[in-house]
């Protein structure tokens, strides 16, 4: 599982440049399967990633395309999917998202995620424990008819408030 540790983020992008241009020789954004969410308003920036939870909402494609992998990533088979957008739905966290008919999700690079290695201020970390899933049942009824965008918007500021609260009672103190 990738976790990470938000107080170190800057922002950079530089998990999704790298994660983008493993997966397709390309740099963009689009094409990442971490995206780094920028709460402008409240000095956050928040890498969000598939937490290979426990509920594993995705793996209820109707045309049984994904499957767990030995390290508990996430598989999506190419021949399989009809880019229906079940997944992407069903995810609560917008982990995952269709971009040019396939789904992108983390698969943790075969063991060596790219995402971790290009963090140069260490706020991304791999932890191949599976057993540490999380459960995102909390955020599953608030996310629903929100966008991929819009329910890692939701993630981020949920996820974050607590650290926001300390960083402005520090300032106070």
Known sequence: ?????????????????NCSFFHSGKIGRSGAR???VKIEDIGIDYP???????????????????EIGALGQIIVSPTLCTACGTCETLCPIGAI????????????????????????LDAIHYEP?????????AFKK??????PEGKRLSHALTLSREL????VAGRRA
């Open 34 to 36: 971490i995206k780094v």
């Open 48 to 66: 969000l990633v598939c937490q290979q939870c426990s509920e594993r909402y995705c793996t209820k494609c109707p045309e049984k395309a994904i």
């Open 142 to 147: 608030a996310s629903r008819g929100l966008s």
């Open 129 to 137: 424990d599976v057993s540490a899933a999380v459960s995102l049942k």
């Open 97 to 120: 998202e269709l971009y040019e008919e396939i789904p992108l999700v983390c698969d943790l690079c075969g063991g060596d995620p790219r995402c971790v290695k290009a963090c140069t």
């Open 1 to 17: 599982m990738i976790t990470l540790e938000l107080a170190r983020c800057s922002g950079c992008s530089r998990c999704e440049v």
């Open 164 to 167: 926001r609260d300390s960083w």
